[in-house]
């Protein structure tokens, strides 16, 4: 019988009032440095444990050591507190006191491989002012930990999680470069890839050598019998490089999971061992000094037979106790969810107590399905439903990423406006593979799977957006098109509501780059096509304003600037409008006494806002675009050239 008396609370108090007595002896000659600070800790700790011991419990508490897993994990939020620098426990109690520092509309991100913009680590701490010149706040650098030689999946395949891939530096850069970037108020961060280690970490050699504490590291098995009953379900995400998600190691005899490549073995968190030791890697990491972990691969990170293994609730659960133990060690550190999945997946991990950030792939995917259509019905219906996220959350906005562009809107929203989802999928990537009779893209398929038709896109911002055909054709006026649709999207990312993340390159408006194909390690993966070297001497350009390059950069700047000037632009309400006419799209942006009016024309062709919309919208009198300084008489229709965007302060007086 269900009494609904829920045990929990009380037994997670007993656990702790056993526990931590025994911790303080355990670490006494070291707390005795730390009294002073003691309280703080365990103020924190009381507040997080009866939500880190339901989590465990839910997950783990059939086990029958779960107490020794509880005294463990105490153990190593212990340890992890008294190794994290005086500097950082600054850091955490400034953060603190700034809760709406991620939310703030002077939040810009940027991303970059270290390799690839800078050679190393050392030297990327010589280009802080570049950063302060585009204003970014916020920086992830690429996985940079030690990974196999040869293919690593772009460092998604860490071997140490505890040390950096020497071509690049130390750990030692590493701390300096994190100190130089604090000074600046620049949040680093860093990936957390936790769904799978390579095949080389030391667990995984264990493994292999036949350890059986840490064959129950992953998941392993003898023969095919489980592997293709599980398989049924699940999806290929490397279809072109290899089919299934199991690989057969010849050292252990063995089928292992690899959802991935095969050389990245998934974890199995069914084991609390592998929670409680990725746990420690990730606190480890939150002590060199980060302040967002990205969380790679989320979705993947519990199986169950008979499901396809994504986006299980014990994948959130994983989450939310990994949260808990951040909060209570390092409280500046916030996640960012790596979700790649259907919306209605995607924003369940978007939670104070789980991620306060994630990607918003719905957008970026839509940005670019509105710029082939010409029509914003989908961007419309599916953002006016699926923008709305916890309150002290943000989406991380973005058009480019490392990654390629896979077409995850929902199906029901598509049909809702009259769109087949499926043809429609088949027409976009015809578009941005430039198969399509007309298109101006020249992006370049990715993972196509012959039997589901599959396929996603690689390729630049510009290069998708226009630029290289137009350059190639010597067309003046296809270039200048191409510049208009590159600089709306940049425009609605700046100011839609959320971290606008910028894939560094696309600041000056880098293109495709085809060496790749010449590399026998990355020739068939397309992504590199657009994770091309940093170009320094297109810096150089930049004192040249002939350049496209310089074109975009300072346009770029400005648009920085001036969103870091409007509070309405912080994260919070977005309303999208009816702009009555199918090729706009509009929000309302409003925080205070000030409001915006947004519109987007999507189409290449001139059009009108009629005069009715917009008084819907609450614009009268006289408003000014602030994009372009210029004052537009409320009363009559508003034009909108190709491609424009207008930002209207429509603040009442
Ligand atoms: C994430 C990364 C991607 C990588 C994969 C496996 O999706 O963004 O680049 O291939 O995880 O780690």
Redesign the pocket.
Known sequence: MNTGYDWRPEQARKSLNRILPEAETAFSDELQQAIHEWNKFKSRLHAEWERLFIYLHGLYGWQYDFFYTLQRIVHSLVRYWLARPAELKKLDAKREADPFRLTSEKMVGGVLYVDLFSDNLSKLGDHLPYFKKLGITYLHLM?LFAVPRGDN?????VSDYRAVNPDIGSMDDLAKLAAALREEEISLVL?F?F??TSDEHIWAQKAKAGDPDFLSYYLTFPDRELPDQFQKYLRD??PTIRKGSFTWCEDMNRWVWT???SY?WDLNYANPEVFRAMAEEMLFLANQGVEVLRL??VAFIWKRLGTNCENLPEAHTIIRAFNAMARIVAPCVSYKS?A?VEPDEVIRYIHPDECRLSYNPLLMALLWEALATQETKLLEYSLNKRYRIPEGCTWVNYIR???DIGWTFDDQDARAVGIDPVGHRYFLNQFYTGEYPGSFSRGVPFQFNADTGDLRISGTLSSLAGLEDAITKKDDELIEKAVRRINLLRSIMMSIGGIPLLYIGDEWGMLNDYTYLSDPLKAADS?WVHRSKKRWEAREDLADQDTLEWRFFHEMIKLINLRKTLPALQNGGMEVINTGNPHLFGYIRAFNHQRLLIVNNFSEQQLMMGVAHLRDCGVKGDVVNLLKDEILSSGSDMLLHDYQAVWLDISAP
């Open positions: 996985p999946d772009g460092g998604y395949a990936d890839v769904n799978h995400i490397f959802t991935f490549n990245q790679d691969a790596e790649i990423c490392h990654d992504r």
